[in-house]
């Protein structure tokens, strides 16, 4: 083979080896692939940083860096009249003088929260985006390579609706039982509870007492260390991904109760204190039928 033809077909081996590792990394700070802001973030500024690798001479435009109206980037920004000019350009970059850099944006002005105020019931997911074209081959087409993974930022100020909840008077605590309700319910990370004692002329308690928060992989979180024979006042709350807090449940209301155990109710029904290691074989027996009898009208009073 000919030294010229050799040599261009080394040219574009090489190129078709860098198009097969080409990409385009994308990260938040710390890594992360999803950021969510609250009403306390509106105003806070959020760092993009970029990263292309096996691309050589072959680009055949710039690095396009940009926040996106929605959860799909396709391979441009939008921002033209004709595509309703809602994305948000964080920069473009040359890739033959430099193969990383960053973009920075405030979450104020990502697109669904520009030009409105940070206090309006806002929830908006959008996906941070990159794209650049390149040849595989020396005089080939010109081809999209898209930044990964796909980042989202969201802002969300909408609370969750407060959760349905229940509660079941218990030997020293109450048994409280949480279930999602309404909107927003996919969103819940966690609950919370707060309970007081019910005031004798009703209203709500001198003092409400939080239980902190409580994963919604459970559905029933004890309260315990609590007086028997008082009634107890309880409601909940929901908070989702960004800590915003629903407004409380419905109060429910759980009395503990003093639970007798075996020995206790053993006795109560008759029973006597019989038998024992120095105790004849003939005069335990008895008593131990009589035991498992009690036994039993115990668990059979406990189902009911």
């Given at each position: ?165 229940s509660a079941d008077g218990l030997d020293?605590?109450?048994?409280v039982h949480f279930a999602y309700n ?67 449940s419905a109060t429910v209301e759980a ?50």
């Amino acid at each position: 083979m000919p030294f010229p033809l050799r040599l261009a077909l080394a040219a574009a081996l090489l190129l078709g080896t860098a198009a097969a590792a080409q990409s385009i990394t994308l990260t938040f700070p710390a890594s992360a692939t999803t950021l969510n802001k609250g009403p306390s973030g509106c105003n806070d500024s959020v760092r993009v940083t970029w990263t292309a690798s096996g691309f050589g001479t072959s680009p055949c435009n710039s690095l396009q860096l940009w926040v996106a109206n929605g959860q799909a980037c396709g391979d441009s920004p939008g921002t033209s009249a004709t595509d309703g000019g809602t994305d948000l350009v964080l920069g473009t970059f040359n890739l033959t003088t430099q193969q990383t850099g960053t973009g920075d944006f405030v979450v104020s002005d990502m697109p669904g929260v520009a030009g409105r105020s940070c206090g309006e019931a806002i929830d908006v997911k959008n996906f941070v985006c990159a794209s650049v074209q390149y040849r595989a081959t020396v005089g080939g087409n010109c081809s999209t390579v898209q930044g990964t993974p796909n980042l989202i930022i969201r802002y969300d100020n909408v609370p969750p609706d407060a959760p349905t909840i229940s509660a079941d008077g218990l030997d020293g605590k109450i048994s409280v039982h949480f279930a999602y309700n309404g909107s927003g319910a996919s969103d819940v990370l966690y609950w919370s509870a707060e309970y007081g004692i019910k005031p004798a002329g009703g209203g709500d308690p001198a003092v409400w007492t939080p239980t902190g928060q409580i994963s919604t992989s459970k559905t029933t979180n004890p309260i315990t260390g609590l007086l028997n024979g008082t009634t107890w006042l309880v409601r909940g709350y929901a908070y989702d991904e960004v800590n915003n807090p629903s407004v409380a449940s419905a109060t429910v209301e759980a009395t503990p109760q003093h639970s007798s155990g075996f020995w206790e109710e053993y006795k109560a029904d008759g029973g006597n204190e019989v038998g024992g290691c120095s105790s004849a074989g003939a005069a335990a027996v008895p008593s131990a039928i009589a035991a498992l009898s009690v036994l039993a009208a115990v668990l059979r009073r406990r189902s009911r």
